[in-house]
């Protein structure tokens, strides 16, 4: 997690609106903890801070661009 604001409000609205398009079942994980990237309540139940470690899962038709979608989001800020 590279993003300065953490997964917090915007970012997780963000995450939630960047899934919209795509088809695809994305999950977020941190710390053990699974979430539903399409929940804006359960991504942010996450907690996840700058320097967490993600891994975010996607299957579906459109599995890679939804992934793309929340990676841009959570790696904003990022010089990698």
Do not use: F, W
């Not at 960047?18 to 695809?24: I, K, V």
């Not at 999950?27 to 804006?40: C, L, Y």
């Not at 991504?43 to 990676?71: H, I, M, N, Y």
């Amino acid at each position: 997690m590279t993003n300065p604001s953490g997964l917090h409000a915007r970012p997780a609205a963000q995450v939630v609106a960047g899934l919209r398009p795509y088809t695809a079942d994305v999950t977020i994980e941190v710390d053990g903890r699974r979430a539903d990237a399409r929940s804006i309540t359960a991504v942010l139940g996450l907690g996840a801070s700058v320097g967490d470690e993600l891994t975010v899962t996607a299957a579906g038709p459109d599995a890679e661009k939804a992934l793309d979608a929340v990676l841009a989001i959570v790696t904003m800020g990022s010089d990698a």
